[in-house]
């Protein structure tokens, strides 16, 4: 929960921009967790020689539904593209069989190397390994594809459509969505409070009516934007994780799983006695040490994590590159104040890549990325039913975050 608080960002409008009307908005999330319209006109608002990239336009947007900003190389994976586009109801069974195969695939591999290693001189070993981390890796990018697809394919039941690349930067419009289908749609109550929260720390402060209101125009660095949606995709993968274990424990222990009679029952159980603890999912959160923030902060598998990583370049660009270009920007700053000025006016030089969007587009932006974690989640399990995942790494790779050490620069968050 802790790479939560990394994702804030500093919103200032552009003083230039502050004659723009404002676009159809949805205001956050109301007290009781609806979402209410703040307005029906929609205007075209932008300066400069910038072309707006309108998600209702033809070319964001293209007549026949496609499957977010990421491209799919494999054979398999553009089968199933194609049946996702042209047959959704053959999608999961013909994902389900194409894991199957490669699993089958990968099994009889291993007990032909087995016995050919014990025959195998050293040199021929080495060969014959080198064979399979080449084929181990395809393999890898298959299923890579075929998890990023079964995303995009609950994005499409959800009736949401994924938002275009938004490489290069400029000015962005989404267009009008019911974001019913990034919030209410995909959580339990517990995690869409989270959420909500997730949410408030990224747009601005909660009573603010000219962020709810969708009428700010902010102008940020596209690597601000990049992280602010890549942490936030990590942010809703752990959200889904911990509430899965808290519904998980929550019903069992309504249940009395732990056992009525057991003198430990409180220490095991922790909806025993706490009754208003087990309707939150905060509270729960909170309760966790340190081995088990870090067992839950973890991506699970690494095919699940080139996958974030695809859809996060896919839509940004290398964050590594964007982070290096905004840094050579600035130069030393030796305060966080000084950095921000100097963002600032980088920003208007055009010497970094950034984006002009309403503060309505970029809560949805933070929503769309908030339910990818989420739903990636959910389709790692299921495919990890199938095939066997590999398991990843606790370190989160530097193409989703941009992190590199680089001791003595201040970048404004």
């Not at 249940?255 to 729960?284: C, I, R, V």
């Not at 699970?300 to 964007?322: I, K, N, P, Y």
Request: glycine share 8%; aromatic share 6%.
């Amino acid at each position: 929960m802790a790479l939560a608080s990394r994702a804030v960002v500093e919103l200032r409008s552009d003083a230039t921009l502050a004659s723009c009307e404002q676009a159809p908005a949805f205001s956050a999330f109301a007290g009781d967790g609806g979402l209410r319209s703040s307005g029906s006109a929609r205007r075209q608002c932008g300066r400069g020689g910038g072309v707006a990239r309108l998600a209702a336009d033809t070319e964001a947007v293209p007549d026949r539904w496609r499957a977010g900003p990421a491209e799919v190389y494999s054979g398999e994976a553009q089968k199933a593209l194609y049946l996702l586009k042209e047959n959704p109801m053959l999608f999961d069974p013909a994902v389900e069989e194409t894991l199957e195969a490669i699993r089958d695939q990968r099994e009889e591999e291993e007990q032909k190397q087995e016995a050919l290693d014990q025959e195998a001189g050293k040199d021929t070993l080495a060969l014959r390994r080198r064979m399979e981390e080449v084929r181990e890796a395809e393999r890898a990018r298959i299923v890579t594809e075929l998890l990023y697809l079964k995303v995009c394919s609950r994005f499409k039941q959800l009736q949401v459509p994924l938002i275009p690349t938004l490489r290069g930067g400029g000015n962005v419009k989404f267009g009008a969505l019911d974001l019913k289908g990034l919030t209410e749609d995909v959580y339990s109550k517990d995690a869409l409070d989270l959420v909500r929260e997730h949410l408030f720390r990224i747009i601005g402060q909660q009573g603010s009516t000219s962020y709810m209101g969708g009428l700010a125009v902010v102008q940020i660095a596209l690597f601000q934007v990049g992280q602010v949606y890549a942490m936030s995709s990590l942010f809703g993968y752990y959200l889904r994780r911990v509430d899965a274990r808290y519904q998980l424990e929550k019903l069992a222990g309504n249940f009395g799983a732990w056992g009525e009679e057991s003198s430990e029952t409180t220490a095991s159980n922790p909806f025993a006695e706490d009754k208003e603890g087990a309707d939150s999912l905060k509270d729960y959160i909170k309760a966790f040490g340190p081995e088990e923030v870090q067992r839950m902060t973890t991506i699970a598998s690494v095919e699940a994590q080139m996958a974030m990583e695809q859809q996060v370049t896919a839509l940004f660009g290398d964050l590594r590159v964007l982070k290096e270009k905004l840094v050579n920007a600035l130069g030393m700053s030796t305060s966080e104040q000084e950095a921000t000025r100097k963002l600032e006016q980088a920003i208007q030089n055009n010497e970094v890549e950034s984006l002009r969007i309403t503060s309505d587009d970029l809560r949805r932006l933070v929503l769309e990325a908030v339910a990818y974690g989420a739903l990636l989640n959910d389709s790692e399990k299921q495919v990890d039913t199938i095939y066997e995942l590999t398991p990843a790494s606790s370190r989160i790779s530097g193409a989703l975050t941009g992190d590199d050490d680089d001791e003595g620069r201040y970048l404004p968050e």
